[in-house]
């Protein structure tokens, strides 16, 4: 392709900020000019793009009529802040926080409803779900045809990543406190979190449920164009550094065709399916890699129209960073 697009990365010095860097290198994608945004404790440091190092501005004082897209992968709240400045300065935005409204920015996974990208008013703005939304949605979305859904249950074991880099430093501090018979402090987290599953993954809401849930269950309906389907959704924080992993049990309508199952995610785009009696594992498949992993495909233990999976994918790389490049792939194709 010869024309080239100006491109932001808003929380360039992030776990995913910098990702998505990567990535827009390794693939490809045809960057113009890079701008590379921050807030201003992080302003001045710098990160490797096409062999140079690009520094690092404040996101406050940046003029984002220089750019034609940019990438939000900040907090909500950064979002919030600069998300209409730049519509306003005529940019197409890709929000990874989750800040933004699903009838102002649709959620898209490409493998999943790529569709929703047609026909939106210009300048372009969506979302890129949650990274545990992004996996399910790439192995839920081939099964649509096949199988009459009813009910989606999750236990959704996630990384500490998904919490930036202040998390996966206490993760490993704590580790080398414990190896070393030294006192643990939790500063981070609210208890030990090292050799240790935590219940919840943020502060729950008066019913018990947690933000992250909550995005879960919405975004899902979402990509899926489900608005009724039932989703149960528990998140555990996994002493993990990088990499989601998930339980998951699909109620259906009924009897499940698990040879048509298996080949459904088997030609799929973005999935690799393990062979029975094996399953994968985020440290020795996922992490690192562009595809979400299947295993342990099977019925329910007395119910053959109960559908259980295992699954597992690196949340930072594809089902954050990843899979918004595929977004913004699709978009100077066709809206830019």
């Not at 199988?147 to 999750?154: E, T, Y």
């Not at 490993?172 to 219940?199: H, I, V």
């Not at 039932?230 to 924080?237: D, E, G, N």
């Not at 699909?250 to 973005?270: C, T």
Request: glycine share 8%.
């Amino acid at each position: 392709m010869s024309q080239s697009f100006d491109i932001a990365v808003v929380g360039a010095t992030g776990t995913v900020g910098e990702t998505i860097v990567h990535i827009l290198e390794e693939r490809d994608f045809p960057v113009g000019e890079l701008h590379l945004l921050a807030s201003l404790e992080s302003a001045g440091s710098s990160v490797p793009y096409r062999g140079k190092n690009v520094r690092v501005r404040e996101v406050d004082a940046f003029d984002f009529t220089q750019v034609r897209m940019v990438f939000f992968a900040a907090g909500p709240a950064v979002t919030l802040s600069f998300a209409d400045k730049a519509r306003a300065a005529g940019c197409a935005v890709i929000d990874l926080s989750g800040a933004l409204a699903q009838a102002q920015a649709p959620q898209v996974v490409p493998e999943a409803n790529a569709q929703k990208l047609q026909g939106l008013p210009k300048p372009v703005q969506v979302s890129s779900p949650s990274p545990s939304a992004t996996a399910l949605a790439v192995v839920l979305a081939p099964l649509r045809g096949l199988l009459d859904i009813q009910r989606v249950n999750v236990t959704a074991c996630l990384a500490v990543s998904a919490q930036g880099r202040e998390a996966v430093s206490e993760l490993a501090r704590q580790t080398a406190e414990l190896l070393n018979l030294r006192p643990l402090e939790s500063t981070f987290f609210d208890r030990q979190m090292a050799f240790n599953l935590l219940a919840q993954v943020g502060k729950p809401d008066a019913q018990g449920h947690v933000p992250l849930e909550k995005r879960l269950v919405r975004e899902l309906r979402d990509v899926l164009g489900m608005p009724g389907l039932k989703v149960s959704v528990t998140c555990v924080q996994a002493p993990v550094f990088f990499g989601d992993s998930f339980s998951v049990s699909v109620q259906l309508a009924g009897p499940v065709d698990l040879d048509a199952v298996n080949a459904l995610l088997e030609a799929a785009d973005s999935i690799e399916l393990v062979e029975a009696g094996d399953y994968p594992t985020a440290v020795g498949d996922a992490v690192g890699q562009d595809v979400v992993y299947v295993g342990r495909v099977r019925h329910g233990v007395d119910d053959t129209s109960e559908l259980n999976l295992w699954l597992t994918s690196d949340n930072v790389r594809k089902g954050a960073a990843l899979n918004a490049v595929q977004v913004a792939e699709l978009l100077i194709k066709d809206q830019l």
